[in-house]
């Protein structure tokens, strides 16, 4: 009896102490009597409600920040695990990061187009679960006990919409505001977001049309999507002393073939461009020069020679010039290729590369001739040691091995070379070598 009298003392001395003499699992305490111990293990139902910094995790590549492009979350909102959280662009793709939890969003520590960094607090987020107690911020005591709960902390996450003039325009509660402040018509503005959601910078560019109507002699505005990358990689190009060298081609005999494999196609409703043959052509002549399809080693002493072709096809797209790649195009045929950038143009066009699209390339393409232009001077986009730009396509008069006045159709070539390493006869050699692909299109057809 005066055993369980002491027990039922110290259990409340344990309950009175807010149960810091407790385990977070098995609560252990021990009696003594007569120099022997008697341990008795007890467990406590219990709610804890921690507050866990959520940070951006490493995405790979190197990146060390990414854009803020779109938040699919509010404070406040109850989230689950694997739920959308936000959207943001890095230097090589937009990324889409989930939620590792099940909670409420207590704070985003960032605002639409900020720049967040890997490592570092991405949003605060109030969980019931058992989290690591390094993930545990010291804004709540993690042996907080709270009894009878019964007040309701979660609230429904809901798509935010609006209507306006009997149409529905998909925005965030802040993109709405923020055209409500500047007396914005969001039904004016175009989308870029997916789903044809509105976002912030789409007010913002649709803000910027508009001032500059009002004869404003200058405006400041941010680098935006693909931008801030293109920055980086054309500082670091600069370092590169380039070789151009320039040709012109024959794309009469390529321009029939190109019709007659749109023609084979129609029906399978495959679209079939010139820059599919002239990827295919230019990765014939990689073979034969395979120190084209290289890269420079970090101690500058050596090279990697690529077996394989992943050309990137320089791109216009909605948040800037993209260069997403092709992989392993020595092993596909002009069908595939074709498919493969159609469906890079459509993901061009709403702004949305995956990872995968813009990485590890070998060789790169541009195909500047579709705007306009003849000639150019194509930069290198380290660490390749190598890019071709093609021209527009002119019908011109040229002479014929007769010496007859004929028709043609021209193309034009510029390649460059990172000199420290490609000699000009081999870039030569090299851009020689795709004109006779081109005006022999025969090779260009089989795998």
């Known amino acids: 009896m005066q055993k369980s009298r002491r027990a039922v003392f110290i259990l409340n001395q344990?309950?009175?102490?807010n149960y810091t003499n407790f385990n977070n699992n098995a609560n252990l305490f021990r009696l003594e009597r007569n120099g022997i111990f008697f341990k008795r293990n007890f467990f406590l139902a219990r709610t804890v409600n921690a507050l866990v910094q959520f940070n951006l995790t490493d995405i790979g590549e190197g990146i060390t920040e990414v854009v803020v492009k779109e938040w699919f979350v509010k404070e406040g909102e109850q989230v689950s695990q694997f739920d959308n959280i936000c959207e943001v662009q890095s230097d090589k793709a937009s990324v889409t990061i989930t939620s590792r939890y099940d909670g409420i969003i207590k704070k985003l520590h960032y605002q639409v187009d900020d720049t967040a960094y890997v490592g570092k607090p991405l949003i605060d987020i109030e969980?019931?679960?058992e989290i690591n107690n390094e993930e545990r911020t010291k804004k709540v005591n993690p042996l907080e006990v709270k009894q009878n709960v019964n007040t309701n902390l979660i609230s429904e996450s809901t798509v935010q919409t609006e209507q306006l003039q009997n149409s529905t325009v998909l925005s965030l509660p802040s993109v709405r505001r923020l055209a409500k402040e500047k007396n914005v018509d969001l039904l004016k503005v175009i989308p870029t977001g997916k789903g044809g959601r509105i976002l912030k910078e789409d007010v913002l560019k649709y803000i910027g049309v508009q001032t500059v109507s009002k004869n404003e002699k200058e405006k400041i505005?941010?680098?935006?999507g693909f931008q801030p990358a293109m920055f980086k990689a054309m500082t670091a190009a600069l370092k590169i002393p380039h070789l151009v060298y320039c040709e012109e081609i024959t794309a009469t005999k390529l321009l029939e073939v190109l019709k007659l494999t749109k023609r084979e196609y129609e029906e399978s409703k495959i679209k079939v461009t010139l820059t599919a043959f002239l990827i295919k052509a230019v990765s014939n002549a990689l073979q034969k020069y395979p120190i084209l399809n290289a890269s420079i080693n970090e101690d500058?002493?050596?090279?990697t020679i690529k077996h394989y072709h992943n050309i990137g096809v320089a791109m216009d797209t909605a948040q800037g010039l993209g260069v997403p790649v092709i992989k392993e195009v020595e092993n596909k045929d002009i069908k595939t290729i074709a498919l493969e950038l159609e469906k890079l143009s459509k993901s061009g066009k709403k702004g949305s590369f995956s990872k995968e699209d813009l990485s590890d390339g070998t060789f790169s393409l541009s195909n500047i001739g579709s705007i306009g232009g003849t000639y150019a001077s194509p930069v290198i986009l380290p660490p390749q040691l190598g890019i071709v730009a093609f021209g527009t396509v002119k019908v011109l008069p040229r002479f014929n091995d007769k010496?007859?006045?004929v028709k043609e159709s021209v193309l034009w070539i510029s390649a460059s070379a990172d000199h420290r390493v490609i000699d000009g006869a081999t870039i030569a050699r090299f851009v020689e070598t795709?004109?006779?692909e081109i005006e022999s299109p025969q090779g260009l057809i089989a795998v």
Request: glycine fraction near 0%; avoid cysteine.
């Open 300 to 303: 500058f002493k050596s090279l």
């Open 403 to 405: 010496m007859e006045v």
């Open 221 to 224: 505005i941010p680098l935006t």
């Open 127 to 129: 969980t019931k679960e």
């Open 14 to 17: 344990i309950f009175a102490n």
């Open 434 to 436: 795709i004109k006779r």
